[in-house]
């Protein structure tokens, strides 16, 4: 069974500051790897999608690693904004149509 | 507007009782999909249907029935079996199983 898991699970930064946020998987037979963000109390909005065959994507000020081998992925989200502000949730797809995700890591951005 | 509707926003169960949530999509996707969602841990699949008429259990299907009788729709229903019902409840939608999954706002489930 795929194990998905996000380290911290809460973190606070200054305006400006990067952040990085990790993603582990257990099993590294897997068909996408994609990060979502979710807004208090609201559905998840998905980010980015890497394909297992990819090794990155990029978005704006967001930028996705993925080391299949290895298992981990990692979010990074340049110069932060208060906006940034919101809970991030990796999910990793196996080829039987289902998405495993973690627990999300929440981010707070301090003005 | 395309996109993922569903509702109720919150709803009230009280026990014994079998309620029903709504979830309907205007993307023409085929693969629809039900998440249940509880603090400090990452969604959970209940059910997922690939195509209208058909449909397979997930991680957590004790206690939920579903149907997928239009492409566009896939009502969820906690029955009186489901012991701990009260959890944020997710629906998304896909053109194919495994791309990008588009998710609904949710609806929050309570026990009276």
């Known amino acids: 069974k795929q194990e998905v898991t996000q380290i911290p699970a809460a973190l606070s930064v200054p305006e400006g500051e990067n952040l990085v946020l990790n993603c582990s998987f257990t099993?590294?037979?897997?068909?996408?790897l994609q990060w979502f963000r979710q807004d208090p109390g609201k559905g998840l909005t998905s980010l980015l999608l890497?394909?297992?065959?990819?090794r990155e994507q990029t978005s704006g000020r967001l930028n996705a690693s993925l080391d299949k081998s290895s298992g981990r992925s990692t979010l990074y989200i340049a110069a932060s904004q208060p906006g940034d502000s919101a809970t991030y949730l990796c999910a990793v797809s196996s080829n039987d149509y289902k998405l495993s995700f973690g627990a999300g890591t929440t981010v707070t951005v301090r003005a | 507007d395309g996109g993922i509707t569903q509702s109720p926003k919150y709803l009230f169960r009280k026990e014994g009782q079998n309620v029903t949530l709504s979830c309907e999509q205007n993307?023409?996707?085929?693969?629809m999909y039900w998440y249940r969602q509880d603090p400090g841990q990452g969604l959970r699949l209940i059910y997922y249907s690939q195509i209208v008429n058909d449909f397979q259990k997930g991680d957590i299907a004790e206690g939920y029935s579903v149907s997928r009788e239009k492409k566009e729709s896939f009502p969820l229903t906690v029955t009186s079996a489901q012991k701990n019902p009260t959890a944020f409840y997710l629906c998304a939608s896909s053109v194919q199983g495994a791309e990008t999954q588009y998710f609904g706002p949710g609806t929050r489930l309570l026990v009276l």
């Open positions: 993307l023409n996707h085929d693969a």
């Open positions: 099993d590294s037979a897997i068909y996408n």
């Open positions: 890497i394909q297992s065959s990819q």
